[in-house]
Each structure stands twice: as C-alpha cells, then as structure tokens.
C-alpha cells in the first residue's frame, strides 16, 4: 500500500504563492495517475489537479487553470503543486491522491478509494 505525506501548506495573502509537495513511499503503481484534491469546510471534495504516469499529460480543474502548475519528480517520488495568485476561495485542506484514471482525481475525487489520499496539508488564503 502507498503511503502519501503532504507539505508545504501554509497562510498567505490574497495573490501570494505556496508550493505543495507530496512524498510518496511503499508500494507505488508507476500506472496509477497522481494529483491533488481538495475539501473546505462544509464543501465536497474537489478536483485540483493530475498527471499521468510518466508526467507526459496534466489536466486541471476550470478553477485554477493557469494559476496551479503541478508536477513530479519521479527519481525523489514527489509530487508538487505550484499554487500562484491564489485567492481566498482557494483555501482548503489539500490532499495528494493516487488512482488509476485522472478523471477520477480530478472530475470524480468522491470515487476515489479510501486511503488513496493523504492527510492533507491546510492552506489558507486570507483577503
């Protein structure tokens, strides 16, 4: 079983920027997708962000595109997540997750299995 620890979490201003970055260790399906999710609280769990295996495609959610850039380092088995010009409703507990499609991270995360995810770093956006 894959074991997945976030970090990089933190309170920042409106506009500001943080890196998330996801250390994942046991046993990792090089098939599988990795990517973000995130739950506020009161709210469902929301899609962020995935790559493919082999980083050769990302898919975003309408949310953060063009202000999220995720990516992975595979020889150091992490995963990041550069969050610039973020805003309030960003604010959450973000979770790196893994599974075998990237639509279900990102579309469908409610479908995702228990314990494919985290336990999550807080990020908190003020305005």
């Known amino acids: 079983q894959v074991q997945l620890m976030e970090s990089g979490g933190g309170s920042v201003q409106a506009g500001g920027s943080l890196r998330l970055s996801c250390v994942a260790s046991?046993?990792?399906?090089?098939?599988?997708?990795m990517g973000w999710i995130r739950q506020a609280p009161g709210k469902e769990r929301e899609g962020v962000a995935a790559?493919?295996?082999?980083?050769?495609?990302?898919f975003y959610a309408d949310s953060v595109k063009g202000r999220f850039t995720i990516s992975q380092d595979s020889a150091k088995n992490t995963l990041y997540l550069q969050m610039n010009s973020l805003k309030p409703e960003d604010s959450a507990m973000y979770y790196c997750?893994?599974?075998?499609?990237?639509?279900?991270?990102?579309?469908?995360?409610?479908?995702?299995?228990?314990?494919?995810w985290g336990q999550g770093t807080q990020v908190t956006v003020s305005s």
């Open positions: 997750a893994t599974d075998p499609s990237c639509r279900t991270v990102v579309v469908v995360p409610s479908n995702l299995v228990f314990g494919s």
């Open positions: 790559i493919s295996p082999g980083g050769g495609r990302t």
């Open positions: 046991g046993y990792l399906d090089s098939s599988h997708c």
